[in-house]
T-cell receptor, first 112, second 116 residues
Framework: DADVTQTPRNRITKTGKRIMLECSQT?????MYWYRQDPGLGLRLIYY???????NKGEISDGYSVSRQAQAKFSLSLESAIPNQTALYFC???????????FGPGTRLTVL | AQSVTQLGSHVSVSEGALVLLRCNYS??????LFWYVQYPNQGLQLLLK??????LVKGINGFEAEFKKSETSFHLTKPSAHMSDAAEYFC??????????????FGSGTQLTVLP
């Protein structure tokens, strides 16, 4: 089984809808991250969490919110989706010692 | 502030030829540097990382990178390209933000095409 899983893998939605992307990990890591990937822009950090009670904004948090339900679960929400949030979204984890991040397979989100 | 710049958004090589993907960094502190690879429809996976030990770092799948402080570079190389190396490659630097929080900042990526 994969160490970092994301659901759904693909999602098409309409402008104004609320969307939740979920991430689960079995690596036992404290730190979790949400990124979006756009062609030519690489990965940009949306939010990160270093433990269940710690949530921090990243480079591009506007229009997004997160919830750390447990050490193993970190969800990303789009309260009112807009077309420029169409992107590939990745969840990642790290243990804080090595700074190496481990990525999920991604969620492709399309907002019409 | 720490950042990385990847030169060349697309690189094409022939199978068996040398692969060279360029990454330059900017950092006011000794950097920790990473190369990740993304195969089609997959997440990123770590190829190799530099954490201030040996300047020549060997990674998976025959890739290696050399840290050159004088050139602020961390270029990725492989002596002989294989068709299976076709993917997107990302350079990243560890960033220490306010409150000592550590994150990674990624470059914009280089798409490697391997021609038969």
């Amino acid at each position: 089984d994969a160490d970092v899983t994301q659901t759904p893998r693909n999602r098409i939605t309409k402008t104004g809808k609320r969307i939740m992307l979920e991430c689960s990990q079995t690596k036992g890591h404290d730190r979790m991250y949400w990124y979006r990937q756009d062609p030519g822009l690489g990965l940009r950090l949306i939010y990160y969490s270093f433990d269940v009670k710690d949530i921090n904004k990243g480079e591009i948090s506007d229009g997004y919110s997160v919830s750390r339900q447990a050490q193993a679960k970190f969800s990303l929400s789009l309260e009112s989706a807009i077309p420029n949030q169409t992107a590939l979204y990745f969840c990642a984890t790290s243990d804080g010692r090595t700074d190496t991040q481990y990525f999920g397979p991604g969620t492709r989100l399309t907002v019409l | 502030a720490q950042s990385v710049t990847q030169l060349g958004s697309h690189v094409s090589v022939s199978e068996g030829a040398l692969v060279l993907l360029r990454c330059n960094y900017s950092s006011s502190v000794p950097p920790y540097l990473f190369w990740y690879v993304q195969y089609p429809n997959q997440g990123l996976q770590l190829l190799l990382k530099y954490t201030s030990a040996a300047t020549l770092v060997k990674g998976i799948n025959g890739f290696e990178a050399e840290f050159k402080k004088s050139e602020t570079s961390f270029h990725l190389t492989k002596p002989s390209a294989h068709m299976s190396d076709a993917a997107e490659y990302f350079c990243a630097v560890r960033v220490i933000s306010s409150g000592s929080a550590r994150q990674l900042t990624f470059g914009s990526g280089t798409q490697l095409t391997v021609l038969p």
